[in-house]
């Protein structure tokens, strides 16, 4: 059995540990607000957005011209965009998010080109050997869409080029406090959603439908990217609210063991000294 000095320097250092993760449980629930906020007032945007685009595209459809950003073409290669966050310490989170990736990548026939947002992500694929082109990280805790435009960009330049015939983004959709999932969207080809009818909407467009849906498309594909990386945030957060929730009571209640370990190595040693003492006694009245 260690000695109690020994378990009580065990314990002052599990409760430091257990402070730093309670300071950092309630960092990330202050962040984590703010972030599902984020997440809660751009979501109508890229909905309606969405609704616009597909109304647009039901318009054109019979047009002779179609959108370079619409047309569907045979799949030679593929680009992929993995969010993920730049620091650790939030579960599983990160690594959910690399794995899905992962298999993704593996599960495809035709060379795949990654673009990365995020240091856990760009370090993993680059130790893995992974075809990396583009990379954006140190992004703050609430970017905005400029900052994440500069991938967005290589995609759909990419698609219009050429270079791509598919265009994906990976990251982890913020559904609660307690769940986010990995997540896999395609976002180009624009594949524009199914609308019911008694939705769709006349509008009255100038110059004309076809020139406001080319004008729209990389818009909408911007704001695509955005949302994925805006859940991603709020998500992070989460996962690390939980993940320091969790370590700050795993280390109280490794307190509590040492405690008890330390009271019952006490009392041997008070125990063991008076036997100690009674023996003495009795030598003495014995001689």
């Known amino acids: 059995m260690p000695s109690t000095r020994e378990i009580r320097r065990r314990i002052r250092s599990v409760r430091n540990t257990s402070q730093i993760t309670k300071a950092m449980e309630m960092v990330s629930a202050v962040k984590m607000r703010k972030a599902q906020e984020a997440v809660s007032a751009s979501r109508p945007y890229s909905e309606k957005m969405a609704d616009l685009v597909a109304g647009l595209a039901r318009m054109t459809a019979r047009s002779d011209e179609v959108d370079p950003l619409l047309v569907q073409r045979p799949v030679n290669r593929i680009g992929l965009i993995v969010i993920t966050g730049d620091r650790g310490l939030c579960g599983a989170l990160n690594t959910n998010i690399i794995r899905r990736a992962a298999r993704f990548i593996l599960d495809q026939s035709v060379p795949v080109q990654v673009m990365a947002i995020g240091r856990k992500g760009r370090d993993w694929l680059l130790r893995h050997g992974s075809e990396l082109i583009a ?28 270079r791509f015939d598919r265009v994906d983004v990976v990251y982890s959709r913020f559904v609660s406090t307690t769940r986010q999932e990995p997540t896999i969207q395609q976002i180009l080809p624009v594949v524009p959603q199914a609308q019911e009818t008694h939705h769709v909407l006349d509008y009255i467009f100038e110059p004309d439908p ?18 994925a990386v805006l859940e991603t945030a709020a998500s992070e957060h989460s996962a690390r609210m939980l993940a320091m929730h969790n370590a700050t009571q795993n280390a109280r209640e490794v307190v509590r063991e040492l405690t008890l370990t330390y009271n019952k190595a006490r009392q041997a040693g008070i125990t063991k000294e008076i036997l100690e003492i009674a023996a003495g006694a009795e030598a003495l009245r014995a001689s």
Do not use: K, N, W
């Open 210 to 227: 076809a020139t406001v849906l080319s004008r729209l498309l990389p818009r909408y594909v911007e704001v695509e990217v955005y949302q």
């Open 135 to 162: 990379e954006v990280s140190g992004l703050p805790e609430r970017p905005s869409l400029i900052q994440v435009s500069p991938i967005t960009t290589l995609a759909i330049d990419g698609y219009r080029d050429g």
